[in-house]
């Protein structure tokens, strides 16, 4: 059975039982709050988030995925143990919601009443065993290279008052039919062990599209795997967004004794005569 179909069946079950029993305690869940981690020293970077949904457990009962924020009837009163675990759209798919595995679950012990609303305000904050490799662009040195072989255009670091996620700077890469293609790399290699969690998060402004990859560095030589494309936005009505994209099956593709690099590209999209794309906040986060 797809996960879509599931979910259905889930709708479908909460309508056919709040018939049956017009009683329903009720439970609202706001927005998600992420927290920093005193245990991490601040390692995590800016907590910029986009984490949409919320999966709901009840007494360890599966009650549903839901789009954060929320109220559901629950069928079922007195004291309860509440699991909200945060979820986010997998590589920006939003038919792809998938509990995002370096966020601590939020959980409570609270009391569900009939015809009562429980209202929960989320909080969670990265695992203490969570790894990280950050860019931000707020430090001075940068690991951030343009390609020097194929890039036209270089990026820049600016604050033009857009009101990014956090921090003050971020990159910018402008493109026209003269400067049509953007190439670069981080310089750092990350050694990420097969078969764990592994994410690339970036915070994104974009008039024109912007693509990730993952290289392999390796005895055998270096190989540049397309990864993610993020999709422009409309001019009149861009604004600053965050995505979480899936490293872990191309890691696990990759060459034994790999380190890893992550890439951007981009061409002037067709039709577009002048674009440009901000990014901030590049992080890896991972386990080993």
């Given at each position: 059975?797809?996960r879509l179909?599931?979910?259905?069946?889930?709708?479908?079950?909460?309508?056919?039982?709040?018939?049956?029993?017009?009683?329903p305690?009720?439970?609202?869940?706001t927005?998600?709050?992420?927290?920093?981690?005193?245990?991490l020293?601040?390692d995590?970077?800016?907590l910029s988030?986009?984490?949409?949904?919320?999966?709901?457990?009840?007494?360890?009962?599966?009650?549903?995925?839901?789009?954060?924020?929320?109220?559901?009837?629950?069928?079922?009163?007195?004291?309860?143990?509440i699991k909200?675990?945060p979820?986010?759209?997998?590589?920006?798919?939003?038919?792809?919601?998938?509990?995002y595995?370096?966020?601590?679950?939020y959980?409570?012990?609270?009391?569900?009443?009939?015809?009562?609303?429980?209202t929960?305000n989320?909080?969670?904050?990265?695992?203490?065993?969570?790894?990280?490799?950050?860019?931000d662009?707020?430090?001075?040195?940068?690991?951030?290279?343009?390609?020097?072989?194929?890039?036209?255009?270089?990026?820049?670091?600016?604050?033009?008052?857009l009101q990014?996620?956090?921090g003050?700077?971020?990159?910018?890469i402008?493109?026209?039919?003269?400067?049509s293609?953007?190439?670069?790399?981080?310089?750092?290699?990350?050694?990420?062990?097969?078969?764990?969690?592994?994410y690339?998060?970036?915070?994104?402004?974009?008039?024109?599209?912007?693509?990730?990859?993952?290289?392999?560095?390796?005895?055998?030589g270096?190989?540049?795997?397309?990864?993610?494309?993020?999709?422009?936005?409309?001019?009149?009505?861009?604004?600053?967004?965050?995505?979480y994209i899936?490293?872990?099956?191309?890691?696990?593709?990759?060459p034994?004794?790999?380190?890893?690099l992550?890439?951007?590209?981009?061409?002037?999209?067709?039709g577009q005569?002048?674009?440009?794309?901000?990014?901030?906040?590049?992080?890896?986060?991972?386990?080993?």
């Open positions: 059975m797809s179909s599931f979910f259905l069946l889930l709708l479908l079950g909460f309508t056919a039982c709040v018939k049956n029993n017009p009683d305690s009720w439970l609202e869940v927005e998600w709050t992420l927290q920093s981690n005193i245990d020293s601040g995590e970077g800016e988030h986009n984490i949409t949904e919320a999966w709901v457990l009840i007494d360890d009962k599966v009650i549903g995925v839901f789009q954060v924020p929320f109220k559901i009837p629950i069928l079922k009163d007195g004291m309860s143990n909200i675990y979820a986010i759209k997998n590589n920006g798919i939003s038919a792809t919601k998938k509990i595995p370096f966020l601590e679950v959980e409570v012990n609270q009391t569900l009443t009939k015809n009562q609303t429980l929960l989320p909080v969670t904050k990265y695992k203490s065993v969570t790894q990280f490799w950050i860019e662009f707020e430090g001075v040195n940068i690991s951030l290279t343009d390609d020097p072989n194929t890039s036209l255009s270089n990026y820049e670091i600016v604050n033009e008052n990014p996620f956090n003050n700077l971020y990159a910018k402008s493109l026209n039919s003269a400067d293609l953007w190439v670069a790399n981080t310089e750092t290699q990350l050694s990420i062990s097969k078969g764990r969690e592994a690339l998060e970036i915070d994104y402004h974009n008039t024109n599209s912007l693509t990730t990859g993952l290289i392999y560095v390796s005895p055998a270096v190989t540049n795997n397309i990864n993610i494309r993020l999709n422009a936005q409309n001019p009149e009505t861009v604004v600053w967004k965050k995505i899936e490293l872990r099956e191309l890691i696990g593709a990759s034994n004794s790999s380190n890893f992550q890439s951007f590209s981009c061409y002037l999209d067709p005569i002048s674009t440009e794309i901000l990014i901030d906040n590049i992080k890896v986060v991972y386990f080993n």
